[in-house]
């Protein structure tokens, strides 16, 4: 198959850079990947914040302690596979394998697949899923072919418990069935409404836990930034801009290489049909979401544009596919250099920020040391595996999850709801131990019982250490109901 012919040496250098060398040298995830990661405690058909597409997808490859980042990263590579795949595949069949070989690059030279690939999150797990719709939604509208039909239902329905956002992949499938003219029947065939049904099918069960949940995910979907003052609509409008420049700079920057405007062959009017159909494919999702901020009366965020980035790849390649006849021969040198490039700013952003103590919530520390602490603490005083961690400040108390063999319920405090079990409960029933950071709640109002003489001090340093000790606090030991302290 061309794709891996192709592009194996690309995506394995991308593998390198991204899954490799980070594993090796990180300490920390971004607090999105912790937290789906700690769900999994309890696997459940939803959560508060978002779909369980991706805890599903970490309770399956997740292994805790020296390969807890490794293997967090491997699922990680495994998407960008699976998303380059179908942004090839979708290329390829709209203006062939010139337009395929650009939609790879611009996706490869992207934040999408560099160092957000490292913020394995519900944003960067929705990509496959959006560039599978495209495809398998294209596909059908070209053959009519039930298989794909009903193909375009298992990637809609995996997108949906990804997060609601697969709806930004529907809408350029459906301005082209309205701008094309000979796919305009598609709507009168009764087979086409056959991958609704599947993925009504396979939806199913989350809808049940919605409704039986009063909505959370769902409502926090549609009502998680409003836009409430002046002030809402400058971020927005900043958020918008800053998405822009995530998703669509880049991929312009790239072509500028290659001497192509990309602004240029995005507003002129295209006479070819497959150039025509790219530039509904880059443009129709970016003004779907307009439209859902405006109807919905939310502010954009600049990550909520990171999904539409096989959209981007695949619309700017197949537009640019002519001109690369020429460059064809650039692109692999090009893509080696875009790749290099964003690797290499991405080390200068956390040595800077390390620097004057600003690091990102993606990567505040190497907390391999404090999860060492929480175990032997642990050790002293119970022969049973630790079943749960109590943290009162998320970014830092729930990393340790990365490295402590037993997987123990994170408990937050004060607690959110993302789970349906009373978890203080639990944790009273079973013990724990409590990582308390200077900066957050008081443990105390929550967990009384919590030892006064058992209390070790913790000093978390930044991530490349030139802070030994940013984050002050403690560890305490709560011990099982029935049970006194030491």
Known sequence: MPFFREATGLLAFNALLWWVIPSIVLGNLHVDTLEAAFWTHDLAFGYWKHPPLLTWLIYLIFIPGPLSILSLLLLSQIITLSTAFFIWRTASEIAGNNAARLALVLFLTSPLASFYALQLNHNTVLAPFIAATLYYGYH???????????????????????????????????????????????????????????????????????????????????????????????????????????????????????????????????????????????????????????????????LWLLPLGPAIAIGLGTLGSNATLKASTQLNKMAITGMTALFALFWIYLSLGDLIA???????????????????????????PLACVIINEQKIGASPFLWLPSKPLMLEIPPTPWGTKNHIADCEKAGAIAVSLDEGADMKKFFPRLCPNRLEPIKIASLLGRNADFWPGHISYLPPLGESCP
């Open 140 to 302: 059908y509208l070209e053959t009519r072919s039930l298989k794909s039909n009903l193909s375009l239902g298992l990637a809609i329905s995996l997108g949906l418990l990804a997060k609601y956002e697969i709806i930004f992949a529907l809408i350029p499938l459906i301005a082209l069935a309205l701008i094309i003219p000979r796919y305009r029947s598609t709507f009168f065939e009764v087979k086409s409404y056959g991958a609704l049904l599947v993925a009504l099918l396979i939806f199913s069960p989350h809808l049940q836990w919605l409704s039986a949940n009063d909505w959370p995910s769902f409502k926090r979907a549609v009502d998680s930034a409003p836009m409430a003052t002046k002030l809402d609509l400058f971020e927005s409008l900043w958020g918008f801009f800053w998405g822009l420049i995530t998703v669509i700079a880049t991929p312009l920057l790239a072509l500028a290489a290659l001497k192509i405007n990309g602004l240029k062959i995005l507003k002129e009017r295209q006479k070819d049909e497959p150039h025509k159909i790219g530039q509904i494919i880059v443009l129709a999702p970016l003004i779907g979401l307009i439209a859902a901020s405006l109807v919905t009366g939310q502010f954009v965020k600049a």
């Open 358 to 384: 600003r690091p990102h919530e993606a990567f505040f520390s190497n907390t391999k040391p404090l999860a060492t602490q929480i175990q032997n603490m642990w050790s002293r005083q119970q022969s049973k």
